[in-house]
C-alpha cells in the first residue's frame, strides 16, 4: 500500500487525475470505478480540464458507481446519479450506453427485486472484465461506498441501512435530517476489493482518524477501509491535513 502525502487538496487532485488519465491513454476501453462525495470532486475537475484542453478521451470507458441513496430519482439533486451526470458526465464524452449507476427507486421491502438488482450489478461489472481502477473517498467513521462499521468484509453488492452518524455527516446536503435517506445500495467490501487497483482519497482534519486507523490499524469490520491493507495495489492519496495522525511519516510519501 502507497500512501502519498499532498500539501494540499488541489495537489492531491492533479495527482489522481494523473493516475486515472495515465490508464485511460494507455487502456481506452478502461473500466473506471468512480465514487461520489467531496474529496473526488477536484479529480473529477481536474479529468473535465484534460478532456478539454488535452484530448483527454473516455469515449470508451465504462464506469461503474460504488453506490445510491435509495428513495430518490435519478434527477433529484441530492442522488447520486445526478451528482456525477453534473460534476463529471456532462463535460465528458462518455458513452452513455457505459455509464452505471446503482438504482435507488428499489422498494427496500421487496427482497427478491432488490436481490435481483444486485446480481445483476454485479454480473455487468464481470461482462466488462471487471473494474481496473476503483476510486474511494473515506467516511468519518471509516466507511467506504455505504459500507459501514460492521459490515461483511467480503460482502457484495447489496442493500445498506445508514448509521446515523453517515446521515448526520450527509445532512448537510439536504433541508433536514428527516429528508436524508435510510436506506442506500451500495457495491460491497468483497465487490470493491476485487478491483485490479484502488485509489483512495482524503482530505481535511475531520478524516485524519479514519485515514490513521485505515493505514495503520488492524483490519477490522468495524473500519471498512482497513482491508484496502489487503490489496496487491491500493494508493491512498491524502492531503496533509487528513495525514495528520499518521505517525510513520516519511519525506512525501508512507508505505
Not at 83 to 97: G, I, Q, S, T
Not at 160 to 183: D, G
Amino acid at each position: 500500500m502507497l500512501v502519498i502525502v499532498t500539501e494540499n487538496y488541489d495537489e492531491l487532485s492533479k495527482i489522481a487525475a494523473k493516475k486515472v488519465a495515465e490508464l485511460v491513454r494507455k487502456k481506452p476501453t478502461a473500466v473506471l470505478g468512480l465514487a461520489t462525495g467531496s474529496s473526488p470532486i477536484g479529480l473529477y475537475k481536474e479529468l473535465i480540464r484534460m478532456h478539454k484542453n488535452e484530448g483527454l478521451d473516455f469515449s470508451k470507458v465504462t464506469t461503474f458507481n460504488l453506490d445510491e441513496y435509495i428513495g430518490l430519482t435519478p434527477d433529484h439533486p441530492e442522488s447520486y446519479n445526478y451528482f456525477m451526470r453534473k460534476n463529471l458526465f456532462d463535460e465528458l464524452n462518455v458513452d452513455e450506453r457505459f455509464i452505471n449507476v446503482p438504482q435507488g427507486m428499489l422498494d427496500v421491502k421487496n427482497i427478491p427485486a432488490i436481490e435481483e438488482f444486485c446480481t445483476w450489478y454485479e454480473d455487468e461489472i464481470k461482462k466488462a472484465g471487471g473494474i481496473d481502477l476503483q476510486v474511494l473517498g473515506i467516511g468519518v467513521n471509516g466507511h467506504i461506498a455505504f459500507n459501514e462499521p460492521g459490515s461483511s468484509l467480503g460482502s457484495r453488492t447489496r442493500v445498506k441501512t445508514l448509521t446515523e452518524e453517515t446521515r448526520k455527516a450527509n445532512v448537510r446536503f439536504f433541508n433536514s435530517e428527516e429528508e436524508v435517506p435510510k436506506y442506500a445500495v451500495s457495491m460491497g467490501v468483497g465487490t470493491i476489493m476485487e478491483a485490479k487497483e484502488l485509489l483512495l482519497l482524503a482530505n481535511g482534519k475531520g478524516k485524519a482518524k479514519a485515514i490513521k486507523a485505515t493505514v495503520e490499524g488492524p483490519i477490522t469490520a468495524m473500519v471498512p477501509a482497513t482491508i484496502v491493507q489487503m490489496h496487491s495495489k491500493a494508493t491512498l492519496i491524502v492531503d496533509k491535513e487528513a495525514a495528520s495522525e499518521l505517525t510513520r511519516k516519511y519525506e512525501g510519501w508512507i508505505v
